[in-house]
T-cell receptor, first 114, second 112 residues
């Protein structure tokens, strides 16, 4: 597709369950970012990948959160033992390495933990 | 500790007038700055950027000013249009490839 695609667009789960959120970046974009946005706040950095490796995962809040990008394209954000405080919109963005630095965002995955 | 601050949560401006959105940062290593616009239920979209070697960058109705000594930047929109009503985020990074840190946003309402 032309833009960053995120699935699912909405996910409702129960406390304690495992969740996976998927991001398909723009073709050819080597850098991929995950952010979390809570109501009334700005996007909070979680992790970013250059190719297959996590270049900076300093924003992951704890070890329940994990992300992979095994082939350097699609990425999956994995949340174990979800908590109500994990409810937020999870945004994915990609950009060309060596470009002007603009991030292209997807529409986000809204996660609600009951 | 919030490294990128937008101290005005909201701003209202009459159509046709200038909108000025402000942003302050604390990390003196930031050298690349971006502004994003966000409509409800959509992802943020890029507006304009500036690197620290410049103090001004202009793109149509949008101009960003950077004052490195004051660690301050501002986005000017002139003339403002009702379609500009959205949340605006200021963002910064230490290089053009590093993690990008966002501010909390300013909600702009342009009144017809």
């Amino acid at each position: 597709g032309a833009g960053v695609s995120q699935t699912p667009s909405n996910k409702v789960t129960e406390k304690g369950k495992y969740v996976e959120l998927r991001c398909d970046p723009i073709s050819g974009h080597t850098a991929l970012y995950w952010y979390r946005q809570s109501l009334g706040q700005g996007p909070e950095f979680l992790i970013y990948f250059q190719g297959t490796g996590a270049a900076d995962d300093s924003g992951l809040p704890n070890d329940r959160f994990f992300a992979v990008r095994p082939e350097g394209s699609v990425s999956t954000l994995k949340i174990q033992r979800t908590e109500r405080g994990d409810s937020a919109v999870y945004l994915c963005a990609s950009r060309v390495s060596g470009g002007l630095g603009e991030l292209f965002f997807g529409e986000g995955s809204r996660l609600t933990v009951l | 500790d919030q490294q990128v601050k937008q101290n005005s949560p909201s701003l209202s401006v009459q159509e046709g007038r200038i909108s000025i959105l402000n942003c302050d940062y604390t990390n003196s290593m930031f050298d690349y700055f971006l502004w994003y616009k966000k409509y409800p239920a959509e992802g943020p979209t890029f507006l304009i950027s500036i690197s620290s070697i410049k103090d001004k960058n202009e793109d149509g109705r949008f101009t960003v000013f950077l004052n490195k000594s004051a660690k301050h930047l501002s986005l000017h929109i002139v003339p403002s249009q009702p379609g500009d009503s959205a949340v605006y985020f200021c963002a910064a990074s230490e290089t053009s490839y590093d993690k990008v840190i966002f501010g909390p946003g300013t909600s702009l309402s342009v009144i017809p």
